[in-house]
């Protein structure tokens, strides 16, 4: 995972990544194009796909919506790094794939525009600009559970066609 | 060590008899809930995932509220694939406009909620079923749907706080200006992942549509769940909705918190939040004389018949200033109609308020009176975030139905003992 990284502050809320006016559709491209539409309006015209959203404390707080995760997955955004995450966009991500790590230092270090690559198997976070290093916690063996099976549906169907594990 | 009343509900929906904090559970779900903007990711996953039949069609809600009477073309697309959803599965909960109410309203009204139950929802606000002492946690659609397929969801055991309402509340303020109150003592992240659990004499003597609304706000600290325990206000609320057998779970003296915090109830006035986040909280009499353009009674937070009473106990024989406008929405069908039986809803009309049918609308700044640019907002609704009711350069303050009500007589932010005196 490789890319360039965009800099929020704490409390970024779900009606800034994505407006309820836009919520009477599931349309994913849709809901990319207005992705991060109010915390900053120009986001969709600079980033581009591979980049990483770095955030500050409890990124994505605020509605349950999953548009939210959605619209920045299907942004093209690799990965999502902040020192803590509201609990329901948590789950959404970990729920619909889309990678995300808490590493306080990191969220607080990388500088807007820096290059990053994330080392998933180390849990490692290199700054190429810098040069700099973090470390992150990797998720729980259930979460990871879910996470390689590609999210929570594809869990659940493989553990549905096992009779002997309840979900 | 004793168990909490949260983990004692959790344990008994995983089938375990003990569960410690941080425990990684699949639990079993009572209920599970989505609404016109959450289902439809549901519905679509649960049917793209080829699973034929939903575990059971009497413990799935759905409930076509946020944007409904559909406002767009894709609003009422929305809204039809609830419909048909419903159909194909014959749930028993769907509640098609008409019988509509917004949703954390109307599941305890209709008694689908019980104590003791685990409950999820595909809403952040699933958090107010707490006030009947069940556990009930917000999650995203992809949650609902492997939901709708095995009746389960995974779950982190939460650590829970203690919060201590001593004393009596004062007169105006209610169970919103406790939590908001709350909210601005330990900031929106303050139970981040955590269950906020309501004690002390305050609370017991709440009647339960305040405390429904505490519970309903402790998203807007962060938190996995709000939680009061069951007593005999409870029982009162459930005798003649509830039809099945349920649990009134209490926490053991020996329970463990990570913290508490003891606040005295006769100190905290009522109550309003600054945009723009639900923890910019100050006594009203601080910022009164702040000029708007349109207060809003209404939403899952305090849209219910004793926030009606209050707002009508203060705008009844008055009018709405004349340069602001002033929303009104019970929250449910059975709330409009008591309201207009008991004549508030003349007394709304008379002042030149608006009253509409039940809806989420400008809440979330779907529809029903969405604000432009430069506009400011009083509302008993839960959010102030950027642009929630409308154009991202507007304003929202939050607070309770009486402050509400008060302002909306003066133009401004308004004491309401300032207003009745008068
Ligand atoms: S009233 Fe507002 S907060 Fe409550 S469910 Fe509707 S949109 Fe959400």
């Given at each position: 995972?490789?890319?360039?990284?965009?800099?929020?502050?704490?409390?970024?809320?779900?009606?800034?990544?994505?407006?309820?006016?836009?919520?009477?559709?599931?349309?994913?491209?849709?809901?990319a194009s207005h992705c991060m539409e109010?915390?900053?309006p120009n986001f969709t015209k600079k980033a581009?796909?591979?980049?990483?959203?770095?955030?500050?404390?409890?990124?994505?707080?605020?509605?349950?919506?999953?548009?939210?995760?959605?619209?920045?997955?299907?942004a093209?955004?690799?990965?999502?790094?902040?020192?803590?995450?509201?609990?329901?966009?948590?789950?959404?991500?970990?729920?619909?794939?889309?990678?995300?790590?808490?590493?306080?230092?990191?969220?607080?270090?990388?500088?807007?525009?820096?290059?990053?690559?994330?080392?998933?198997?180390?849990?490692?976070?290199?700054?190429?600009?810098?040069?700099?290093?973090?470390?992150?916690?990797?998720?729980?063996?259930?979460?990871?559970?879910?996470?390689?099976?590609?999210?929570?549906?594809?869990?659940?169907?493989?553990?549905?066609?096992?009779?002997?594990?309840?979900? | 060590?004793?168990?909490?009343?949260?983990?004692?509900?959790?344990?008994?929906?995983?089938?375990?008899?003990?569960?410690?904090?941080?425990?990684?559970?699949?639990?079993?779900?009572?209920?599970?809930?989505?609404?016109?903007?959450?289902?439809?990711?549901?519905?679509?996953?649960?049917?793209?995932?080829?699973?034929?039949?939903?575990?059971?069609?009497?413990?799935?809600?759905?409930?076509?509220?946020?944007?409904?009477?559909?406002?767009?073309?894709?609003?009422?697309?929305?809204?039809?694939?609830?419909?048909?959803?419903?159909?194909?599965?014959?749930?028993?909960?769907?509640?098609?406009?008409?019988?509509?109410?917004?949703?954390?309203?109307?599941?305890?009204?209709?008694?689908?909620?019980?104590?003791?139950?685990?409950?999820?929802?595909?809403?952040?606000?699933?958090?107010?079923?707490?006030?009947?002492?069940?556990?009930?946690?917000?999650?995203?659609?992809?949650?609902?749907?492997?939901?709708?397929?095995?009746?389960?969801?995974?779950?982190?055991?939460?650590?829970?706080?203690?919060?201590?309402?001593?004393?009596?509340?004062?007169?105006?303020?209610?169970?919103?200006?406790?939590?908001?109150?709350?909210?601005?003592?330990?900031?929106?992240?303050?139970?981040?992942?955590?269950?906020?659990?309501?004690?002390?004499?305050?609370?017991?003597?709440?009647?339960?549509?305040?405390?429904?609304?505490?519970?309903?706000?402790?998203?807007?600290?962060?938190?996995?769940?709000?939680?009061?325990?069951?007593?005999?206000?409870?029982?009162?609320?459930?005798?003649?909705?509830?039809?099945?057998?349920?649990?009134?779970?209490?926490?053991?003296?020996?329970?463990?918190?990570?913290?508490?915090?003891?606040?005295?109830?006769?100190?905290?006035?009522?109550?309003?939040?600054?945009?723009?986040?639900?923890?910019?909280?100050?006594?009203?009499?601080?910022?009164?004389?702040?000029?708007?353009?349109?207060?809003?009674?209404?939403?899952?937070?305090?849209?219910?018949?004793?926030?009606?009473?209050?707002?009508?106990?203060?705008?009844?024989?008055?009018?709405?200033?004349?340069?602001?406008?002033?929303?009104?929405?019970?929250?449910?069908?059975?709330?409009?109609?008591?309201?207009?039986?008991?004549?508030?809803?003349?007394?709304?009309?008379?002042?030149?308020?608006?009253?509409?049918?039940?809806?989420?609308?400008?809440?979330?700044?779907?529809?029903?009176?969405?604000?432009?640019?430069?506009?400011?907002?009083?509302?008993?609704?839960?959010?102030?975030?950027?642009?929630?009711?409308?154009?991202?350069?507007?304003?929202?303050?939050?607070?309770?139905?009486?402050?509400?009500?008060?302002?909306?007589?003066?133009?401004?932010?308004?004491?309401?003992?300032?207003?009745?005196?008068?």
């Amino acid at each position: 995972m490789k890319g360039k990284c965009w800099k929020f502050g704490d409390n970024v809320n779900t009606d800034e990544i994505i407006p309820a006016r836009y919520l009477n559709t599931t349309d994913t491209k849709e809901l990319a194009s207005h992705c991060m539409e109010d915390a900053d309006p120009n986001f969709t015209k600079k980033a581009e796909a591979g980049d990483a959203i770095v955030a500050g404390d409890n990124f994505g707080c605020g509605s349950s919506r999953e548009h939210a995760p959605i619209a920045i997955k299907a942004a093209g955004i690799s990965c999502v790094i902040a020192k803590s995450f509201a609990r329901i966009f948590f789950r959404n991500a970990i729920n619909i794939g889309l990678p995300i790590f808490e590493c306080s230092e990191a969220a607080k270090q990388i500088r807007e525009g820096d290059e990053i690559e994330v080392d998933l198997t180390n849990g490692e976070i290199l700054d190429r600009t810098s040069g700099k290093r973090f470390k992150f916690e990797p998720f729980p063996r259930e979460m990871q559970e879910i996470i390689q099976c590609g999210g929570l549906m594809n869990f659940v169907k493989k553990k549905m066609n096992q009779p002997e594990n309840k979900l | 060590m004793g168990m909490t009343i949260t983990e004692k509900i959790i344990a008994a929906h995983s089938g375990l008899r003990k569960v410690h904090r941080g425990q990684f559970v699949y639990a079993n779900v009572d209920i599970c809930l989505g609404n016109d903007i959450t289902a439809p990711i549901a519905i679509e996953e649960f049917e793209k995932a080829g699973i034929k039949n939903v575990f059971d069609p009497e413990k799935i809600v759905l409930v076509p509220d946020h944007f409904t009477p559909n406002k767009d073309i894709k609003s009422a697309q929305q809204s039809k694939s609830l419909r048909v959803f419903a159909e194909k599965h014959h749930l028993k909960h769907y509640f098609e406009i008409g019988r509509m109410g917004i949703e954390h309203a109307l599941l305890p009204e209709k008694g689908i909620v019980a104590p003791g139950d685990l409950i999820i929802g595909a809403d952040s606000h699933t958090c107010t079923y707490g006030a009947l002492g069940a556990f009930s946690t917000g999650v995203g659609s992809t949650d609902l749907a492997a939901c709708f397929a095995t009746g389960e969801v995974w779950l982190k055991v939460p650590e829970s706080i203690k919060f201590v309402f001593h004393g009596k509340v004062k007169n105006w303020t209610s169970g919103k200006d406790l939590i908001l109150y709350t909210i601005g003592k330990i900031g929106v992240d303050g139970a981040l992942y955590k269950s906020m659990e309501f004690t002390g004499s305050a609370i017991t003597n709440l009647p339960m549509d305040d405390r429904f609304a505490i519970c309903n706000m402790a998203i807007e600290a962060g938190a996995k769940s709000g939680i009061i325990s069951p007593d005999k206000n409870t029982e009162d609320y459930i005798k003649g909705r509830v039809g099945k057998k349920y649990v009134m779970y209490q926490s053991d003296p020996d329970c463990s918190y990570t913290e508490t915090y003891e606040f005295n109830a006769e100190e905290i006035s009522p109550q309003v939040a600054l945009p723009s986040l639900p923890e910019n909280t100050k006594p009203v009499e601080d910022i009164s004389g702040i000029k708007i353009d349109q207060v809003v009674i209404g939403s899952c937070t305090n849209g219910r018949i004793s926030d009606l009473r209050i707002a009508a106990r203060i705008l009844k024989g008055k009018k709405v200033h004349p340069s602001i406008r002033v929303i009104i929405i019970p929250a449910t069908q059975d709330i409009y109609k008591q309201a207009l039986q008991e004549g508030l809803i003349e007394i709304f009309i008379d002042a030149e308020a608006v009253v509409s049918t039940p809806t989420c609308g400008p809440c979330l700044g779907g529809h029903m009176g969405i604000l432009a640019e430069g506009e400011r907002a009083l509302s008993t609704t839960n959010r102030n975030f950027v642009g929630r009711m409308g154009h991202p350069k507007s304003e929202i303050y939050l607070c309770g139905p009486a402050v509400a009500a008060a302002s909306a007589v003066t133009g401004k932010i308004t004491p309401p003992a300032e207003v009745l005196k008068n």
